[in-house]
């Protein structure tokens, strides 16, 4: 059942209708057969790009839509009631522009900006190494400037469009240990030392493709640092506040999705001579699922306005991946319960929509470390 929207302006009225309309055309005839199969759904990205859907939340000015975030977090929350893994990648490649649009100079928006959001090019966001996941601070991939060039050396781990990006945002550590050491280099994927490594087999967003990345004495122009060097940390922590509130978003996308699937199925199976739905334990359970989903929704366009006023939302954004994602787990689990046996079976979508909710509580910063942002935002 779509979903009843508040929206500010005629323009996202518009928005949420074609992005609709694009998921009924687009997503849904093919979503099951990419996840089935594991297969990167080449071109679906481009054929959102082109739609103008990868760039909502950029400033006009630079080729973007010009869209407040609470407006470009509800396109995305559509997108992923009908396919996670695209909703997930719309989301990291935001985040791979951030950088560029935040702290770049004048020029560096200039030269790179409009490729960037052209709708054409796919961005990933590399921050994660083997080594250190939660304590990003500790980073080992280094960045050493020679002559006009970076030469970086290191293996990032994790990387969601790892091999089929078009750009990277690399953090590497040009200083000393520590967070003040880090900095931060936009690096094109054809960069000779580049190498993905062959894909990880996940858990679920089977479509998604996530891969190491090793940088061999890879050289990236030195005018491609954003910001100064050491600010790299900074311009991580920063894109993740905006990030976290699209993974909030793609999480109710999904709960939303396992709600509506149980809520119809158990109108249509009968047991003991009555539909199930008519059971007070299950009508509760539906009850509880559509109160924890709407509390979500409430929680992440509570972020976003206040990042649309200008205002603080770096606590606001934790919560509200932190709470989005917990119910995205609880939603999807009681899905597959309301199904009984069916749910357990992938005839039913419920049974992937399970496998990626675990995912939502773990990139992008755990669940632990939402928890840690809140409790310093608490006491600061
Ligand atoms: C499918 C997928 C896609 C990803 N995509 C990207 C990407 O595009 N770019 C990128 O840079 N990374 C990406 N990641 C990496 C992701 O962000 C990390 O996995 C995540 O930050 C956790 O790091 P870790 O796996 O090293 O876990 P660890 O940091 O080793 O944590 C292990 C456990 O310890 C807990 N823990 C750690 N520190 C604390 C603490 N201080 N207090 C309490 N508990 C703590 C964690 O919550 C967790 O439960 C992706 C991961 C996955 C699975």
């Known amino acids: 059942m779509p979903v009843d929207r508040l929206l500010p302006t005629d323009d996202a009225v518009d928005l949420i209708a074609l992005t609709r309309d694009i998921a009924d055309k687009v997503l849904d005839p093919i979503v099951d057969a990419h996840e089935k199969a594991e297969t990167y759904p080449e071109g679906v990205f481009a054929q959102l790009g082109a739609a103008g859907l990868l760039s909502l939340p950029q400033p006009e000015k630079w080729g973007g839509g010009g869209q407040p975030y609470e407006v470009y977090l509800q396109v995305l929350e559509e997108i ?3 396919w996670l893994a695209v909703a997930e990648g719309m989301s990291v490649h935001t985040l791979a522009c951030y950088p560029v649009f935040a702290f770049g100079t004048e020029q560096q928006r200039k030269r790179h900006l409009a490729d ?195 205002r603080p939302y770096s606590a606001e954004a934790a919560k509200a991946k932190l709470f989005a994602t917990d119910t995205a787990m609880r939603v999807t689990i009681d899905a597959v319960q309301v199904l009984g046996g069916a749910g357990y079976v992938s005839d039913h979508p419920v049974e992937r ?19 840690l942002v809140i409790a310093r935002s608490l006491t600061r």
């Open 116 to 310: 960037l959001v052209g709708g054409e090019l796919l961005g990933a966001y590399c921050l994660s190494e083997p080594q250190s996941g939660s304590d990003a601070g500790s980073l080992a991939t280094r960045a050493t400037l020679d002559g006009d060039t970076y030469r970086i050396n290191g293996t990032k781990a994790w990387i969601t469009h790892g091999g089929v990006a078009d750009f990277y945002n690399v953090f590497a550590r040009t200083g000393g240990p520590g967070p003040s050491g880090i900095s931060c280099l936009l690096t094109d994927a054809d960069t000779p030392g580049l190498h993905p490594l062959p894909q990880e087999r996940t858990m679920g967003l089977h479509s998604s493709t996530v891969a190491p990345i090793v940088f061999d004495d890879a050289r990236v122009p030195a005018d491609r640092l954003i910001g100064p060097e050491g600010i790299g940390f900074k311009i991580a922590m920063s894109a993740l506040d905006s990030g976290r509130l699209g993974i909030a978003a793609c999480a109710v996308g999904l709960a939303q999705a396992a709600l509506d699937y149980a809520v119809e199925y158990a109108k249509q199976r009968e047991q003991f001579g009555r539909p199930i739905a008519e059971f007070q334990g299950l009508g509760f359970m539906l009850a509880d699922m559509a109160t924890q989903v709407a509390a979500a929704r409430a929680l992440y366009l509570e972020g976003a306005r206040l990042r649309d006023a200008g």
């Open 80 to 82: 992923a009631a009908r």
């Open 353 to 371: 929509y399970l496998r990626e909710a675990k995912v939502l509580q773990i990139f992008e910063g755990t669940n632990q470390i939402q928890r």
